[in-house]
């Protein structure tokens, strides 16, 4: 038994197990597959040769009785000697036509679902402009139970709310996102946003140290750390904070005006020109995350 024989084999008996699955295009690939080793080969003849072709004539008959595939075969599928060409080249063009059907069907599919997306979030976003706040809260919430796989879609719907005024309804949509994708920094900074608007700082800190811990240090989440420890009063890493970001950008003025309020408190303690407890050395900074 030649080793090119046992390859058709092998794609007859994946076909074979296609068919009975009623996978139609597998089905044809497996036998597309077959025929262009049959094709090439010179070593498949005499007895192997006449048993692929009962073989392959047994997987066709079951293929071409699908009721998918009587309108593309109506007078069913036949395998002989010698057709090996023909045949390869009717079922080649048979899973090009259907694979740009389906890809067609799919991009069609796509479009109608960012339609439907829009069309939702436009009728959400009409309300909350007309300040009808709990229809506008009822679809944008059914938005989100529609579509709850669309990348971006808790962001997007957090976005809005909190551009309303409704920072606490936004919430759960912030932590939606970055349960849905904690990979993007965006919502990680709408939280930390929304949580300061509330006066919740500490839930605010939280958000920014979390930031912190998966995306590493830029001048952004050193100045949010600034400015938040300024309102906590949490000088020492307020001081640390600013001078992280003066590292980064040595003009910037947010910086500036937290050095000018945190410096002093730092100072007062006694610290010799440095920080209290050896902070503000100009070393990383190293929050307790």
Same mark, same amino acid.
């Given at each position: 038994?030649?080793?090119?024989?046992?390859?058709?084999?092998?794609?007859?008996?994946?076909?074979k197990a296609?068919?009975?699955?009623?996978?139609?295009?597998?089905?044809?690939?497996? %036998?597309?597959?077959?025929?262009?080793?049959?094709?090439? @080969?010179?070593?498949?003849?005499? #007895?192997?040769?006449?048993?692929?072709?009962?073989? =392959?004539?047994?997987?066709?008959?079951?293929?071409?009785?699908?009721?998918?595939?009587?309108? /593309?075969f109506?007078?069913?599928?036949?395998?002989? *000697?010698?057709?090996?060409?023909?045949l390869?080249?009717?079922?080649?063009?048979?899973?090009?036509? %259907? @694979?740009?059907?389906?890809?067609?069907?799919?991009?069609d599919?796509f479009?109608? +679902?960012?339609?439907?997306?829009? #069309?939702?979030?436009?009728?959400?976003?009409?309300?909350?402009?007309?300040?009808?706040?709990?229809?506008?809260?009822?679809?944008?919430?059914?938005?989100?139970e529609? !579509?709850?796989?669309?990348?971006?879609?808790?962001?997007? /719907?957090?976005?809005?709310? !909190?551009?309303?005024? =409704?920072?606490?309804?936004?919430?759960?949509?912030?932590?939606?996102?970055? #349960?849905?994708?904690? +990979?993007?920094?965006?919502?990680? @900074?709408?939280?930390?946003?929304?949580q300061?608007?509330?006066?919740?700082?500490? *839930?605010?800190?939280?958000?920014?140290?979390?930031?912190?811990?998966? !995306?590493?240090?830029?001048? +952004?989440?050193?100045?949010?750390?600034?400015?938040?420890?300024?309102? =906590?009063?949490?000088?020492?890493?307020?001081?640390?904070?600013?001078?992280?970001?003066?590292? =980064?950008?040595?003009?910037?003025?947010?910086?500036?005006?937290?050095?000018?309020?945190?410096? $002093?408190?730092? !100072?007062?303690?006694?610290a010799?020109?440095?920080?209290?407890?050896?902070?503000? @050395?100009?070393? $990383?900074? *190293?929050?307790? %995350?």
């Amino acid at each position: 038994m030649s080793e090119e024989f046992k390859e058709v084999i092998r794609h007859i008996n994946r076909a074979k197990a296609y068919v009975n699955k009623f996978e139609a295009i597998r089905t044809m690939q497996c %036998i597309v597959d077959a025929l262009e080793l049959l094709m090439k @080969s010179n070593s498949i003849f005499g #007895r192997e040769r006449f048993e692929l072709e009962i073989l =392959l004539g047994e997987v066709l008959r079951t293929l071409a009785s699908m009721d998918e595939m009587r309108n /593309i075969f109506p007078k069913g599928l036949t395998y002989k *000697k010698g057709q090996e060409k023909t045949l390869h080249s009717v079922l080649t063009k048979v899973l090009k036509t %259907i @694979s740009e059907a389906i890809e067609k069907a799919e991009i069609d599919k796509f479009r109608k +679902r960012k339609n439907e997306i829009d #069309r939702y979030m436009l009728q959400g976003q009409k309300l909350l402009d007309e300040k009808n706040f709990i229809e506008a809260r009822k679809v944008l919430r059914r938005t989100q139970e529609l !579509f709850a796989d669309e990348p971006g879609i808790n962001q997007d /719907i957090g976005q809005r709310l !909190f551009k309303a005024g =409704l920072a606490p309804e936004a919430l759960e949509f912030f932590e939606a996102a970055i #349960r849905q994708d904690n +990979r993007d920094p965006r919502p990680y @900074s709408y939280m930390i946003n929304v949580q300061e608007s509330l006066g919740e700082l500490e *839930k605010a800190e939280h958000y920014v140290k979390e930031a912190f811990k998966n !995306f590493g240090g830029n001048e +952004r989440i050193y100045l949010r750390m600034a400015q938040l420890a300024v309102k =906590l009063r949490k000088w020492d890493e307020a001081f640390d904070a600013a001078q992280q970001v003066l590292e =980064l950008n040595p003009y910037s003025q947010e910086a500036m005006e937290v050095m000018k309020q945190a410096k $002093p408190r730092v !100072f007062g303690r006694g610290a010799d020109g440095q920080a209290a407890g050896g902070q503000g @050395s100009g070393q $990383p900074i *190293k929050f307790d %995350i």
